[in-house]
């Protein structure tokens, strides 16, 4: 508030000169310079002109605004003061101020000279005064050392903008003069004439103070400008050039901001009001983003469809005339400004880009190119006649066409003087011509960028080796930041890509004969890409990234971090899809090192380097209902797995084959599901080396499981479909933990890289590195499943006739098949889980999967479990012994209370347990159908001996002995006189504890 309190206040505020020629006065010293000059002084604006011997000076206040385009005019003469006279004002003459065509004051009078004394009425008693005149500024003259030479001055009186030479300040004269008082303004389009500038009934001559500029013009937009261009001839070179600078202008216009409008009330007292209000306001905000980008994107669209314009071809004429041809390259420039790196034109075209159906700003790079290339291949090299851009003597036309947003150099010459620059011509970027590359230089970074072209690709080619050739290169600093990232899928595999150099250009094309031109003759010199292979084009790009690109074997806590996977040298192909795409084919990348990168291409055209982005690791959405489900399943399975582990692992009579196998089933799923779980720990998921631990557990005892499976469904298949029952248990094991083994192995040799990358802690993040484990796993599960289908579908005609055995193997067939399917499906999810699919809108099947994964267990303790008549035995009798129901045997005679002591378990129809078996191979006691749980053993003196059901009826002479042990498991022989074991059973169920001929256990 400084400056509206107190505006007077030199220590405030300083003088900021907008012009001047070192007009100045200073009282104290009664000195003044002649010129003129306007500054800025606190909120006036101050302007002053000076004869030497009269000084005026003009204030006034408040009259420019920040930020905005100000014409400043001052009207001087010398005042007419005859009071006799009748005049208007402006009319008297004296200093006039002008803003923006305003009159805004005026000063008629000059200031008062020093010494003047008024007069008295009395003739000569009035002193007029003078000022000591000095002379008009001139810079003092220095010699080679900078040192100022008394007495001379360098040159005629001088004229600054944006400061001003000061020889006195505050009334004193400074020793040493200095530029002081600077502005910050940007100045423009200074005028000045050598007389006063009059009104009058024909002409309002003041109207030059604005030097052409026109109003109308600064208010143009794009809409306007297009609506003009339609009246313009293309074909004609100067109004293609008129045309151009229009389009420059309408470029550098500043934006203007436009108001979000809102329609939610700003203030409310009702909480449902203020909950209405917040929705509107997110809906209103919405509402106008969706807006501004469609505005954006329409604003951008109709930039790039004016410029187009600019960049017509209609004009071309072959063997056109250097003079002619040389203004229609001040276009390109000016087109380039849709190039620049200004934010704005960044966003916009990447709002472009999101329309799919819109080729980005590669359209308009395409253009510029093909315009330069048509032109100058039109040009007639043997013109005799220098212009801007040609030489006559050598016959080169060369334009090097420079701005902040692009260099490029069109050329036109014999291929003579093309091959005289060697078989490899290196352009020297930056270096050649110097001058033009200054800009380049302090602009952009890493200016160090190479390129390099073979020269000799037509020199034994009799039709085309004669005729002139045309080449550009180009290169473009900032088109990188929101060129098109199309690609070809085949080549460039990463759905995430960034240009990380320059974009560079390199194109050459052979012309018609200048003397003898022959119509489609240049058409027929094309170049050989098997030539180009060895000779190829050599680019050297500098990274923007200084990334290091990743490298494939680390597993430590010191490894570089980096969000590019490869750097590699790619080429637009215009013939990919609608619009072009990048493409890596035909380029090779020779060499990458630290800052830059080195390609060899085998043709010409737009070269960059993409560098495939890491997909950075997300973790799968946490949902509470989900998290609380899987933990349940997961305590649940656990507890499962651990008392069907258990069972098998105490009960001597599940010892054999099938149940081993799937007491291994047991403990590899026990293991997996115990380390998914605790794999939720986020210390798990965030460490490294954990993670990769981890994941290799759950890989590795996943992997097990599936192969148990399918191990168990191999041996009822052969039990069912050949006969061949046991003998094979310490074969099938070492394979199914083997299996968990060689997929870890295979999973760390390929991609040992990667693992322990995923947050979910699945292996690691590609997709690559899950392959081996479903390749293996659903080989496992797949062909488990058919197996045991090829089981439930021969359980009606299998090749073995024992009864007993073919029951056991249908109950257990059932069981394993219902798990097998279960596990198939449940895994089916597991693929579209944890790969990913670019590109592809997919539904989130991690849910489906975790869920049901994490219930396995349970799965596995009763179809695997419970589905088993020997398992259910053995949990039967544990269960009585639980409740603690020690009745005796049963006897079928006793009565009374002692039949509540007797606890039978059936486990089929009363039919199916006295149906005699015409060909048992072991007792009949032994039979499984009906099941009596003993709860102690009898009293040697208790008369009532308790024996199955089914074995009434039988005679103790028909009872076979149990065969000798040929167990594979080498186990303990049972002791018959233990109660609560199962009866002995033979072999045919794979191996079973030997059987003790006691006749203790026999009726």
């Known amino acids: 508030m400084d400056i509206v309190n107190d505006p007077n206040n030199a220590d405030l505020f300083k003088k900021k000169y907008v012009i001047s020629t070192g007009a100045d006065y200073d009282t104290d010293l009664e000195k003044s310079i002649p010129g003129f000059a306007v500054y800025h002084h606190g909120l006036d604006l101050v302007a002053i002109v000076s004869t030497g011997e009269d000084v005026w000076e003009l204030k006034v206040r408040g009259q420019l605004t920040n930020k905005t385009w100000q014409s400043i005019g001052i009207r001087w003469d010398r005042p007419n003061l005859d009071e006799t006279v009748t005049l208007l004002p402006e009319e008297r003459g004296g200093l006039e101020l002008y803003v923006n065509l305003e009159k805004v004051g005026q000063a008629v009078l ?113 809409s306007k400008f297009s609506e003009m261009l339609k009246s313009v001839d293309m074909t ?54 969706s807006s ?202 990463s759905r995430k890509f960034v240009l990380d150099s320059k974009v560079i250009t390199v194109k050459l094309m052979v012309n018609n004969d200048t003397f003898d031109a022959q119509s489609g003759e240049a058409g027929l010199c094309q170049t050989d890409p098997q030539w180009m292979k060895y000779h190829p084009v050599q680019v050297r790009l500098y990274h923007k990234s200084k990334e290091t690109a990743r490298r494939k074997v680390l597993h430590h806590e010191n490894e570089m971090k980096t969000s590019i996977d490869i750097r590699r040298c790619v080429m637009w192909n215009e013939e990919i899809g609608l619009n072009g795409a990048w493409d890596s084919a035909g380029c090779t990348t020779v060499m990458t090192e630290q800052d830059s990168t080195t390609c060899e291409c085998d043709r010409f055209g737009t070269f960059a380097l993409a560098a495939e982005k890491i997909e950075q690791p997300e973790a799968k959405d946490a949902f509470s209902w989900l998290i609380v489900s899987r933990y349940i399943g997961f305590v649940v399975s656990l507890i499962s797995l651990t008392i069907f582990i258990a069972v098998i692992c105490i009960s001597k009579h599940l010892w054999e084959m099938f149940h081993l196998m799937r007491l291994n089933t047991g403990i590899s799923y026990w293991f997996a599901l115990f380390f998914h779980f605790i794999s939720e720990a986020e210390s798990i998921q965030e460490d490294r080396h954990a993670n990769a631990a981890i994941a290799s557990l759950i890989l590795f005892f996943y992997l097990c499981g599936s192969y148990f499976q399918l191990l168990e469904a191999f041996a009822e298949f052969r039990a069912i479909t050949g006969g061949i029952i046991g003998g094979k248990t310490m074969a099938y094991i070492p394979i199914g933990w083997g299996a968990g083994l060689i997929g870890l192995g295979v999973t760390w040799f390929l991609y040992g890289h990667d693992v322990g990358t995923d947050p979910d802690v699945f292996i690691g993040w590609e997709n690559e590195t899950k392959m081996p484990f479903f390749y293996m796993n659903y080989f496992a599960l797949w062909t488990g499943l058919v197996l045991s289908a090829v089981v439930i579908f021969n359980a009606s005609t299998p090749q073995t006739r024992k009864e007993d055995v073919v029951e ?71 269960w009585a012994m639980r409740k603690g129901n020690q009745g005796k045997k049963y006897d079928p005679e006793a009565k009374g209370a002692e039949d509540e002591k007797v606890l039978i378990i059936p486990e089929s129809t009363p039919v199916e347990s006295l149906a005699p078996s015409p060909s048992s191979s072991r007792p009949v006691s032994a039979r499984t159908t009906t099941t009596v749980a003993p709860m102690e053993d009898p009293d040697p003196e208790d008369p009532v001996i308790s024996r199955p059901v089914s074995a009434k009826s039988s005679n103790n002479d028909d009872i076979e002995d149990p065969p000798a042990n040929d167990d594979d498991m080498d186990e303990p022989p049972v002791n018959n006189d233990d109660v609560e074991d199962p009866p002995p059973e033979d072999d045919d169920m794979g191996e079973s504890p030997p059987a003790n001929n006691d006749d203790d256990d026999m009726d």
């Not at 293609?240 to 203030?267: F, H, I, R, Y």
């Not at 990913?836 to 997919?842: L, R």
């Not at 695997?864 to 035995?873: A, Q």
Request: aromatic letters at 12%; one cysteine or more.
């Open 110 to 222: 000059p200031l008062t000279r020093p010494g003047y004394i008024p007069g008295n009425g009395t003739e000569g008693s009035e002193v007029p005064g003078a000022w000591t005149v000095m002379e008009p500024l001139k810079i003092p003259a220095k010699d080679s050392s900078g040192n100022i030479v008394a007495g001379k001055y360098d040159g005629a009186p001088i004229m600054t903008f944006g400061c001003h030479y000061d020889l006195m300040e505050s009334g004193s004269m400074l020793p040493s003069p200095k530029f002081d008082h600077f502005h910050e303004a940007s100045i423009d389009e200074m005028a000045i004439w050598t007389r006063r500038l009059d009104i009058n009934k024909t002409h309002d001559e003041t109207l030059y103070f604005l030097g052409g500029y026109v109003k109308e013009l600064e208010e143009i937009t794009p």
């Open 292 to 493: 501004w980008k469609e505005d954006q994107k329409n604003k951008q669209l109709l930039l790039l469809d004016l410029y187009k314009v600019l960049l017509s071809t209609d004009g071309i004429k072959d063997g056109s005339l250097p003079k002619h041809v040389d203004s229609r390259f001040s276009n390109i420039p000016i087109v380039s400004k849709l190039l620049s790196c200004d934010k704005e034109n960044d966003v916009r075209w990447k709002i472009v880009q999101e329309d799919e159906d819109q080729p980005g700003a590669s359209e308009l790079v395409q253009l510029m190119e093909h315009y330069a290339l048509s032109f100058m291949g039109s040009s007639n090299i043997s013109f005799y006649d220098d212009t801007q851009y040609f030489k006559a003597n050598i016959s080169e036309y060369v334009a090097n066409l420079k701005s902040e947003e692009m260099f490029m150099s069109i050329q036109k010459m014999n291929q003579k003087r093309f091959r005289f620059r060697g078989p490899v011509f290196n352009v020297q970027a930056y270096k050649d011509p110097y001058k033009d590359w200054n800009q380049a230089r302090a602009l952009w970074d890493n200016p160090r960028d190479e390129i390099r072209m073979p020269t000799d690709m037509w020199a034994d080619n009799e039709l085309c080796k004669t005729n002139p050739v045309t080449f550009l290169y180009a290169i473009y600093p900032c088109y990188s930041n929101f060129a098109p990232l199309r690609r070809n899928p085949v080549e460039i595999t």
């Open 808 to 878: 056991d193997l249908q109950v257990q067939g059932q069981g394993l098949a219902i798990t097998n399917f279960l596990f198939v499906m449940v895994w089916v999810f597991a693929y579209p889980a944890y790969i990913k699919f670019p590109g592809k809108e997919m539904r989130d099947f991690y849910p489906v999967f975790t869920l049901f994964n994490a219930w396995m267990g349970l799965i596995i303790f009763v179809f695997l479990g419970l589905s088993s008549k020997r398992f259910r035995f053995v949990l039967a009798k544990w």
């Open 236 to 289: 004609d070179p100067d109004q293609a050039a008129a045309a151009g600078s229009m389009g420059a202008k309408l470029l550098s216009a500043p934006p203007k901001a436009e108001p979000l409008n809102s329609d939610v009330p700003t203030t409310t007292s009702n909480p449902s009001e203020i909950e209405e209000g917040k929705a509107a306001l997110v809906q209103g905000l919405e509402s106008n983003y």
